[in-house]
Each structure stands twice: as C-alpha cells, then as structure tokens.
C-alpha cells in the first residue's frame, strides 16, 4: 500500500485547510486509516481514524468537534477537514493504514505511512 498525502498550507487561526491522502496498492488489505500528526520537539500523535467500510470514527479530544476525517472509496482517498484551527493545530500531519483495525490510536499498529504534510496555524 502506498499513501500520498496532499493539502499543506499556511492559514491563519479559525480558519479551515482540508487534507487529503490517496491510497494505492493492495486496497483490500486496509481496515483503517487514520491521521496523525508531530509538533516539532513533540512525539506523533493521534487526530482521527476511520475505517475503510465508513462506520466508525474516531479522533483524538483535542480536535473532536473541529476535524472532521471522511472518505471516497471511488478516488481511495481519505480526507481530513480541519476548520477552527488553532496555532497548537501546527504540524506535520501523517495519514496512516493498518490491516487490522485493532488498537487505531496507537501509532505503533499502523502498516504503512504516507509522507508528511505542514500545516501552518498562525496570524
């Protein structure tokens, strides 16, 4: 499986940047995909997952009620809409798949990574 992230930006605090990452390969294997992101000097941490069938969601608290993860199976693209974004917002955002579906907030049970993608929050 190969993931292809796309959508960084520059944008300024409350506004809105969505992400997308494209997947190719061996789709069938992929149970979830999920989106993280790494703050300089800070660990990778969980923003939202999704599984390929569309019927479970999940994200991290602090972005609950901001992010918004969806899909097109038709493109295998899976979408991040960021909106009320705040500067701690800041970072380089990885989208990830994992085969199993197991543990989708634990960075260590994804199979597979698409490159970085920064996001900017400031004014």
Known sequence: VQLQASGRGLVQ??????LSCAASGTIFSINT????RQAPRKEREF?????????????????????????DTAKNTVY????????????????GA????????????YDYW???????VSS
């Open 13 to 18: 605090p409350g506004g809105f940047l969505r």
């Open 80 to 95: 991040l809409q960021m909106n009320s974004l705040k500067p701690e917002d800041t970072a380089v955002y990885y989208c």
């Open 33 to 36: 995909m999920g989106w993280y």
């Open 47 to 71: 923003v939202a997952a999704l599984s390929w069938s569309g019927d479970r969601t999940y994200y991290s608290d602090s972005v609950k009620g901001r992010f918004t993860i969806s899909r």
């Open 98 to 109: 994992q085969r199993d579906g197991l543990r989708v907030e634990a960075v260590t049970s």
């Open 114 to 120: 698409g490159q970085g993608t920064k996001v900017t």
